[in-house]
Nanobody
Framework: QVQLVESGGGLVQPGGSLRLSCAAS????????VGWFRQASGKEREFVGA?????????HYADSVKGRFTISRDNAKNTVYLEMNRLNPEDTALYYC??????????????????WGQGTQVTVSS
């Protein structure tokens, strides 16, 4: 069974950048679509972005992060990254990566992903 571990979160000033990592063990992450989700305090978990193997280099992003966040894969390291730029306080949340095999219409739905990491906290504050 694939297990996921996120890392790279922390405290960053508005306008700054962070790169989150989602490292897999127990299986090959390249066989799965990987989604990133986040949950701010007191709010529901929301979709951030996702990459499916069938989509190649084209990833899907929430409107709120499009143009600022980028998903990439390093298959040799069995890791997926979420590069986050121009961060603002509204990006503060616990960030999760998840693996699954969603179809295109469900790529933004957390129910389409069956394997989840424990999350990494991102705090954007001056």
């Amino acid at each position: 069974q694939v297990q996921l571990v996120e890392s790279g979160g922390g405290l960053v000033q508005p306008g700054g950048s962070l790169r989150l990592s989602c490292a897999a063990s127990g299986g090959t992450l390249n066989q799965y679509a990987v989604g990133w989700f986040r949950q701010a305090s007191g709010k529901e978990r929301e979709f951030v972005g996702a990459n499916r193997r069938s989509d190649g280099n084209r990833s899907h992003y929430a409107d709120s992060v499009k143009g600022r966040f980028t998903i990439s894969r390093d298959n040799a390291k069995n890791t997926v990254y979420l590069e986050m730029n121009r961060l603002n306080p509204e990006d503060t949340a616990l960030y999760y990566c998840a693996a699954g095999r969603p179809i295109l219409s469900t790529v933004r739905s957390e129910t389409a992903y069956s394997i989840w990491g424990q999350g990494t906290q991102v705090t954007v504050s001056s």
